[in-house]
């Protein structure tokens, strides 16, 4: 059962409320993110976790054990820092071992614990350097190294890859879902990336200003965002939002595309019980710009695919796509189309267009309509 | 960049060695008294009242500096000014090393265990900065009295211990707070408390700062003459004190030569540890974050 359990977590320092009451729940040998724009309180949450910070209010639970008042060595978790936070004065065979040396661990079994932790993360050659004689890739490894070597119930990482080029974090990435995989240990991850946490998590907790907006699987979280933020912040390029009227013909829900000089009617599909009090009201149509393509790209056994018209104003090749910006509702769309499309700034396009993928959400609550 | 040094304008050339030549004569305006210092201390009595003082010694001699070292008077004792020196060394040593710990302790918490009130504490602490010593003589020697602390050398390291502690805080506070405290709340992860932090993580990445607290604390403390003479009497005054009885001693004539030794003497600890240590001190005054 659980391995962590966050209930109802706030955290205030005076009059500033920064946690405004978090529930989390997730199981052993889980993958964790918590994934949120700068300052919505991602590493607070994760410091209350380790016992770094107090909480104001709530009950935090590791492996169903209660932990608000245990100090962070009793937590049985291990931490992974931005900067990496290695001690400067020891070897990496110094910082690896510092943890257990402390836990008072026999000198023959620390040795073979930096080994086969050495081994694994392939830094055997660097244990006798000093942090300032690394990379900072190699850093990185040492300070999971360190993380590793005490063989805790609960990984804690606040963004880890964020001081790592491009690349370097796109391998790290990978290898840390590797290390995961085969440890099979339950991992608590912040990041600001949208595509660190799709990539890396089997839950998501969307966070904005000390609250979670959302939590669940990448998938749930990727096709039916709860409200306009999780769908905007979630999905690179970003979900468009176009204002439209819901309108109902035969049973299906209607919005209408203008382009400027054509209106081309999108079926939605069936009108849903939840969005019958909607009809003939303002709605925000949501549609991901994978769901808008050219006609070449469009599966052709898709059953509710439409064409539209589009006044192409942009093209922007990322090398397999090419996203086309146009403007439907007086506000700007982005689709992604095939980069041998041929599509040119200036020209009327056509485009196809799967709206039974759309999501409806309402513009004053910014929740999704479901 | 490196062309324009290269083709300079005459006038840039004629400017340039203006700012040496000024710089040039500094340097020798601030040499000469050394200068004069070292071959007077070096020339015989006789030399330095019939020769010119700019002179080299005729028969340069040792014999002025042991005197001043065993046998000068210094008031009325006459047995030079190396007990005094002996003195002066047991007072600073501990003096210097009390404060640089306890400092360093001090900026640890200031800047790593944030307590409350601890901004206004440091602002505090800050202000004993600007303390001059005579401000503290009174209230120090009502503790002095309250504490019945009768050895002076004893007296001498507490009055400079506590007076230095503010200077010394000062610095390791403002290193320690480049660290990132990250460092501290990994060791707290691995299980490390509060003090196992300090020694084993934060002292030996403070290297740089401990020299500019062991330097600026030996200069301040040995240089000093008022606290010596208020707060000590007699056999266990420190060096500078000692210094200045043997220069007022007004029975016969004058010896410059012993005098300029002595002074000399008096001046050594200060200018060895300027000599091996001056490296650290830069580094350490311009010490940022530790990379790690
Ligand atoms: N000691 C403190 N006193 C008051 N406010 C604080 C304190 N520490 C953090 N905060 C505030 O808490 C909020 C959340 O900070 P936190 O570091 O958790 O953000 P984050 O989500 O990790 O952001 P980032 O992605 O930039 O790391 C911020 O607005 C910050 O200003
Ligand atoms: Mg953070």
Known sequence: MGALSIRNVKKSYGNTHILKGIDIDIDKGQFLILVGPSGCGKSTLLNMIAGLEDISSGEIHIGNRLVNHLPPKDRDIAMVFQSYALYPNMTVRQNISFGLEIRKIPVAEQKAIVERVANMLQISHLLDRKPNQLSGGQRQRVAMGRALARNPTLFLFDEPLSNLDAKLRVEMRTEIKLLHQRMGTTIVYVTHDQIEAMTLGDRIAVMKDGEVKQFGTPQQIYDTPANLYVAGFIGSPAMNFIPATLEEAEGQAIVRLDNGTETFPAKLGPLGTAQRPYVGKSVILGIRPEQITDQGSAQADQPNLQLIRAKVEITEPTGPDTLVTSQFNGVKVTARCHPQAGMAPGQTATLVIDPSKALLFDPASENRIA | ?292
């Open chain 2, 1 to 292: 960049m490196a062309d324009l040094a290269y083709h300079q304008t005459p006038a840039a050339r004629i400017g340039r060695f203006g700012i040496y030549a000024v710089l040039a004569l500094f340097a020798l305006y601030y040499l000469a008294p050394l200068y004069v210092m070292v071959v007077t201390s070096l020339k015989s009595l006789e030399e330095v009242r019939n020769g010119n003082l700019l002179a080299l010694p005729a028969a340069p001699s040792l014999e002025a500096w042991s005197t001043a070292w065993s046998s000068a008077c210094t008031g009325v004792e006459c047995s030079g000014i190396q007990g005094y020196f002996w003195n002066s060394i047991k007072m600073l040593v501990p003096a210097v090393a009390l404060s640089t710990l306890i400092g360093a302790v001090n900026g640890y918490v200031l800047a790593m265990w944030r307590f409350k009130g601890s901004d206004l504490f440091f602002t505090l602490l800050m202000i004993g900065c600007f303390l001059p010593f005579q401000v503290v003589i009174l209230p120090m020697a009502q503790m002095l009295g309250f504490l019945g602390l009768e050895n002076g050398t004893a007296r001498l390291v507490l009055v400079h211990t506590i007076y230095g502690l503010a200077f010394t805080t000062m610095f390791f506070r403002n290193f320690y707070v480049t660290i990132p405290d990250e460092l501290v709340k990994a060791a707290r992860i691995d299980g490390a408390g509060f003090l196992r932090i300090f020694f084993r993580i934060m002292l030996p990445i403070s290297l740089p700062t401990i020299a500019v607290c062991v330097i600026w604390q030996t200069t301040q403390i040995w240089n000093d003459f008022l606290f010596g003479v208020v707060f000590s009497a007699g056999e266990t005054q420190p060096m500078t004190v000692a210094l200045n009885n043997l220069v007022n001693t007004s029975t016969g004539v004058k010896h410059y030569n012993v005098e300029m030794a002595a002074a000399i003497i008096a001046a050594l600890p200060t200018l060895c540890v300027y000599a091996f240590g001056g490296k650290y001190f830069i580094r350490g005054l311009t010490a940022g974050a530790v990379k790690g």
